[in-house]
């Protein structure tokens, strides 16, 4: 029993836990999929300056659409997704979860559902319960794809009001075939309007193109996305969406006043201006990526196949213990309760080189 469960709770929170990764002091950590790699140093300086501007009218509220910001996020999505996307379809907030969070305050809520394809992102289900919203937990196969004839008999069955799709899933890094997603988003029609939010935030990692030009002729798709991962910028909390203009009509009626500091469009304007430089880091980590894949599978473990920057592995009798036996000779992975297997990031290749070592050590004992 927590502590918080002695309060007049709802009765959906009761007995729930955070969500949250260990943080632990250890010389390799590859749990939290973060870019292992810094901002270089033009950027940072080209944030000071940024900032130090956004500072001489701190004593103002920021500006409350963040229009400068959305701009620069519609052309990078422009440049880089395959279709073409103005600013007023698209919305940003602080990390891709706020962004979530709103879309479900405006399309969830009580007396309604929404539904995810699990194990997927977490966050979905607890976001989910945390704004009154029933949770549904839909089908994948045993290769951790979504089992498309059951989900879309599922949502036939459910008729849910919000479809979350992860793509590329975390934890899995399996990415989603864009016809899923197309028999989805028309199955999610079929009984009622409903909402289908495919959540990208690993998008800039995979083998596959974005899903973006899917939202051409469907009102009801949203793409969810994050500089967290590929910018290198999971101390920022930027987040972003793309979808009709009406959506994001609908998710600034439940926004809260000026959510979005001047600090942080200053900081997310600047690193937009160095997309370049910030994606070749992408491929770095890319490559690392299929390096851990062949090295894993060459080490005779299974390895799900994997577009973004981590790698789900296994499988164990006994995850958490090798977990464990990991973290004793100093690497940190990630346990995600997923029965036999575990998730590494892809770190720096001195970062990959301590893992592969614990790990080919760990399988000469096991």
């Known amino acids: 029993m927590s502590r918080s469960d002695a309060l007049p709770i709802r009765q959906e929170l009761r007995g729930k836990s955070p969500y949250g990764a260990p ?33 001489r009218g701190l004593n103002r509220y ?9 701009a620069a996020l ?14 007023d379809g698209v919305w940003a907030a602080n990390g891709s979860n706020e962004v979530l969070q709103q879309l479900l305050q405006a399309f969830g809520g009580p007396g ?12 979905h289900a607890l976001i989910a319960r945390g704004t009154g919203t029933e949770w ?13 004839d059951a989900a879309l008999a599922a949502i036939a069955e459910r008729r849910p009001d919000v479809v979350f799709v992860c793509s590329p899933n975390n934890p899995t890094g399996t990415a989603v075939e864009a016809d899923t997603v197309v028999a989805l988003y028309d199955a999610a029609q079929a009984a009622k309007p409903s909402m289908v939010v495919v959540d990208e935030a690993y998008v800039e990692f995979s083998h596959r193109p974005s899903l973006l030009p899917l939202l051409e002729g469907r009102p009801h798709l949203v793409i969810s996305r994050t500089m967290s991962k590929a910018f290198g910028a999971a101390g920022l909390r930027l987040g972003y969406l793309a979808a009709d203009p009406a959506v994001v009509d609908a998710v600034q009626l439940v926004r809260l006043p000026y959510h979005l500091s001047a600090v942080n469009q200053a900081t997310a304007l600047a690193a937009l201006e160095y997309t370049d430089t910030l994606l070749k880091y992408v491929e770095l980590l890319k490559g690392e990526r299929d390096r851990l894949v062949a090295e894993l599978l060459a080490a005779g473990h299974r390895v799900s196949t994997s577009d973004a920057n981590f790698v789900q592995f296994g499988r164990f009798d006994d995850a958490h213990a090798v977990w464990q036996a990991l973290l004793d000779r100093g690497v940190l992975v990630r346990d995600n309760g997923v029965p036999g297997w575990l998730r590494v990031t892809v770190g720096t290749p001195a970062e990959n080189d301590a893992f592969l070592e614990a790990v080919r050590g760990l399988t000469k004992e096991i």
């Open 23 to 55: 943080q632990l002091d250890v010389p390799v950590r590859l749990n939290t999929n973060e870019n292992p790699y810094p901002l270089p140093a033009e950027l940072v300086e080209r944030i000071a300056e940024r900032v130090r501007d956004a500072a």
């Open 62 to 70: 920021p500006d409350r659409d963040a229009t400068e910001l959305r």
């Open 74 to 87: 519609a052309r990078y999505l422009t440049g880089t997704g395959g279709h073409p996307v103005a600013p």
């Open 112 to 123: 309604r559902s929404a539904m995810g394809f699990e194990p997927s992102y977490s966050m």
């Open 136 to 148: 549904i937990s839909g089908p994948r196969t045993d290769d951790f794809a979504i089992d498309r």
